[in-house]
């Protein structure tokens, strides 16, 4: 299985951004497709997650501002974050999570966004 993120930059304060991320090597139903992001010095925490129906879960620092989608025919998934911040700035990783047991976990290698104020 691979993940494959991509669309991270560097960006103006108050700007958009797009990361896609694409996954192969498997079909991906029963799962949870979500972003997460580790800024330097701190844990990688969970940005946005949707899952397989569409239910989609935010973190408090994104909520309102962000949007995630996924596409399950084409194993494909999307997160745009408008009015970024500096402290927006971060690796971004892309994740699959399976929901039934026996569970996994597949993890893209992950791109850099970069907030200018």
């Known amino acids: 299985v691979q993940l494959q993120a991509s669309g991270g930059g560097l960006v103006q304060a108050g700007e958009s951004l797009t990361l896609s991320c694409a996954a192969s090597g498997s079909t991906f139903s029963s799962t949870y497709f979500g972003w997460y992001r580790q800024a330097p010095g701190k844990q990688r925490e969970l940005v946005a997650r949707?899952?397989?129906?569409?239910?989609?879960n935010y973190a408090d620092s994104v909520k309102g501002r962000s949007t995630i989608a996924r596409d399950n025919a084409k194993n494909t998934m999307s997160l745009r974050i408008n009015a970024l911040k500096p402290e927006d700035t971060a690796v971004y990783y892309c994740?699959?999570?399976?929901?039934?047991?026996?569970?996994?976990?597949?993890w893209g290698q992950g791109t850099l966004v970069t907030v200018s104020s």
């Open positions: 994740n699959i999570r399976g929901t039934i047991t026996p569970t996994y976990v597949y």
């Open positions: 949707i899952s397989s129906g569409g239910t989609t």
